[in-house]
């Protein structure tokens, strides 16, 4: 079973009041971390492999073009300084204080020189005009792309543009620069483990909070790769402490190989933490309004201090389909992704999400069993494939008339690539910029196409999303015709005595339609008919009388349907300039441009 995606739902969170593992001593999480990389050495290899295919052409990190050659030697550079110098570390004892001064003074310039070099100057990569320009159904959203380790401003530049030839947005790519490669994993190492908040992290962050601000944008999307998922983890962290939670709402993160060793995302309300805990594979979707009333009139208060006229007392409406606060969180890993087996593999699989001690790490996760760790060449090009355009430039050959020897095909090949090598503006490829790509493969994408197998234990069903939820959440509807709403009304914050009060109540109605306050998916009881079966290395069907929503496969001669990739994935349904569902919380988004 090779060929299936392992799926893990969202871990539902906890009311345990514990201090999380991400908090114990940096000292004791430092030696985790070595303990668990050394574990996990057998996967180093595919970080650079492997080589082939290079689906995407000169957008792929290793393909020999100019631009990726030049990276490639100056990390080699900066390799073969970083290493000797690391070693030396436990020898400076021997030397004279200013001999070791002297020695780290020049070293210091010498590599932040080829540093130079590598990142330029720039903090903010737009991605190529001539890839994709924005439309006027996407004016509205602000695709940003904060990268990983050791990419320099090439490859920042050609990850952008990937993204945008595959969603058909603009892109904006947050430079993490690089300090070659081994330094990298040393800063990796103090920001996941010391809680350090780079220089990086700290414009990334005002970055990412500027844009949340802006009254025209309704959507946000956060996207982050390798170490710019531990630096994003933290972003978050500082979001969830200083903004607004309904102005969160606009935030949906997807992650690639992530490295970060938790993800918090935490509910908006006590009420529907309480029904995610007590059912926690039972669709919902969380409403709160919020109005705010002025206890003067409004002809008696001060002017405001943007200089409009008052006006008359504001309400917001939003709604969630997970009760979080950050309402879409999905992360992609390769089973043989060294970088995924050390983060976000690591902290899913390895830990008993039973036990309240275990990491929290939000999110849904699907494993493609896969390799490699470069974003473009494994990730995109493997999860999110490009159409080539098949124009007659892309590959010349001689006319059928002149005589051919047996090995002039592959002579004239390698004149090509060495002409586009040295000259690559002078090839023509066709496509969208020349790129040699029409847009995102929608049929044929095995990936997506991949029939899901649960990832967890039958243990930990109760303690993660289920299949019902993620479909919610990807989709913004509900995977059944048959939808009833029961309301109970908010009582947050729930005192105990109010929960004594409530409790029987809730669990009757509970009981009844199998929902509290929210939209749910109902159940038949009679054989569980409507019920998802969750069997551990099995593919994830449902029984179905009467589905009407969904990209699904059904299985007509067993009334079973099986579940795919394509249909849990909410990332999925930007590709090639494609939105998901519209929701309410969109709409009161757009609303909050008049305040």
Known sequence: MSHQTKFYGSQVGSKVVIPHSYTNSPLGLLRQDIASAFGFWKFLPFIVFPFRPQSSGPLCELYPSASNLWSMFLHFILFIMQL????????????????VLGVVVVFGLVNQGVCYLLN?????????????????????????????????????????????????????????????????????????????????????YSIVKETLYKPSLTKVVFILHSQ????????????????????????????????????????????????????????????SLTSVHYHDPLDSLPPPKNGEPNGHPRTMRTESSSGKTIRYIEHYAHTSDFVARWGVLHFTCNFDVTDHRSPRFM?????????????????????????????????????????????????????????????????????????????????????????????HSDEQADEREGVEISYLGAHGEPLGKREKEVLVRDMSPISPHTMRKFGRRVEEEFETARGLGFTNGTSDRKGEQNGVEFQVGEVIERTEEDVGFGDVEEKKEEGKMEFKVKDLSRLWLYVNGGSPKLDEVDVGIARMATI
Request: include cysteine.
């Open 228 to 287: 710019g998922g531990i630096e994003g983890g933290m972003i978050i962290d500082w979001l969830l402490q200083e903004v607004p939670q309904d102005l969160l709402s606009k935030l949906e993160v997807y992650t690639f190989g992530n490295a970060a060793n938790h993800f918090n995302n935490p509910h908006l309300h006590l009420l529907s933490q309480y029904a995610s805990l007590t059912h926690p594979t039972v669709p919902a979707t969380t409403r």
């Open 363 to 455: 999110g849904r996760v699907f494993e493609r069993p896969g390799q490699g760790h470069q974003f473009n060449q494994h990730y995109l090009d493997n999860m999110f494939p490009l159409e080539p355009a098949h124009s007659s430039s892309s590959s010349p050959s001689p006319p059928s008339s002149s005589p051919r020897l047996p090995h002039q095909n592959w002579i004239l090949r390698w004149i090509m690539r060495i002409k586009e090598i040295l000259f690559p503006w002078k090839v023509g490829k066709g496509g969208v910029g020349g790129s040699g790509f029409l847009r995102a493969k929608e049929e044929g994408n095995a990936f997506m196409e991949s029939a899901l197998a649960l990832g």
């Open 120 to 204: 330029g100057s720039q903090m903010r990569y737009p991605s190529n005009p001539k890839f994709v320009e924005k439309k006027k159904e996407h004016e509205h959203e602000q695709w940003i792309f904060l990268n990983g380790v050791a990419v320099g401003k090439h490859w920042l530049q050609s990850n952008v543009d990937r993204l945008a030839l595959t969603f058909g947005r603009p892109v904006i790519g947050v430079h993490n620069k690089t300090n070659g490669i081994l330094f990298d994993v040393l800063q990796c190492l103090i920001q996941r483990n010391f809680n350090y908040a780079t220089q990086d992290i700290r414009d990334c």
């Open 84 to 99: 000797p110098f690391i070693l030396s570390v436990p020898f400076w004892i021997f030397f004279p204080v200013w001999s």
